[in-house]
């Protein structure tokens, strides 16, 4: 079994050269997304959680230093963040870092490459809603695993279990990166032929994935920085971000 952030620490090693040639021209908290540019206007994203952060008056206390700094000052959260918003500043970071390798797939809509068949198991670890009616017009059965109970019902420990276990497809949401239980959940999979690690936040980097059992990447790449930057913070979500995003596909080589 991975130890937890095994995925963040081989992240942080692929990037950490890049980085220091580089320096945070912006950064950008929202109420749903981190957004970070970069001198060379590359920018990357990831997600913010409802409990990123810890309460206080005090909650990041080097507000106001991070535009002009190094880059590798940021993407160190990766190893040393101390809660999620950290890790999830980190990891933006390093998706702006990121050059994503070419691929056939770009803009396609995740599921019609996963060729989900009828009586097929698919559990998927954090709602995405709008696969939800796509999946099951397949005529594969889903099971959801959601943690946030504003969302859905959240399944007991055992039943989660049993459907990892169980399923042929996985659909995990890569905020399990910034709430460091990737390593866990990928633990808890049986023999599925197909995993998917989706959404925003996604490192599209196949090669540090290449000892897991994931098998695709669903990312994103941005645009429009500007527009991007905007909207994280006037409070907007993924669907406000989509025009200013490139979705991107990647199959995780063995």
Excluded at 96 to 125: C, I, W, Y
Excluded at 188 to 193: F, H, N, T, V
Excluded at 214 to 232: E, F, K, S
């Amino acid at each position: 079994m991975l130890k937890p952030q095994t995925i963040l620490n081989r992240l942080y090693d692929k990037l950490q050269a890049a980085a220091q040639d580089r320096r945070v021209d912006d950064l950008r908290i929202g109420l749903s997304y981190v957004g970070v540019r970069l001198d060379n206007g590359s920018a990357g994203l990831a997600a913010v959680l409802p409990d990123a952060s810890p309460r206080g008056c005090t909650v990041l206390k080097e507000a106001g230093t991070f535009a002009g700094a190094s880059a590798s000052e940021l993407l160190q959260y990766l190893v040393s963040g101390r809660h999620a918003l950290h890790r999830a500043m980190a990891v933006a970071c390093a998706n702006a870092l990121t050059v994503a390798p070419d691929n056939d797939h770009e803009d396609r809509e995740a599921t019609s490459l996963f060729n989900l068949q009828p009586g097929e198991k698919v559990a998927m670890v954090g709602l995405f809603a709008p696969l939800v009616e796509r999946i099951r017009k397949t005529g594969a059965s889903l099971t959801i695993i959601e943690k946030n109970p504003e969302r859905l019902n959240v399944l007991a420990p055992e039943d989660k279990s049993a459907a990892l276990k169980a399923c042929d497809v996985a659909i995990i949401t890569a905020t399990t990166l910034l709430n460091a239980t990737f390593e866990e959940t990928i633990h808890l999979l049986g023999a599925p032929r197909l995993v998917a690690l989706m959404g925003p936040s996604t490192p599209l980097a196949p090669d540090i994935f290449s000892d897991t059992a994931v098998t695709h990447l669903g990312g994103a790449v941005v645009a429009d920085a500007a527009r991007a930057l905007q909207v994280i913070s006037e409070g907007g979500g993924t669907p406000a971000l989509r025009p200013s995003l490139r979705f991107v596909n990647l199959i995780v080589e063995r």
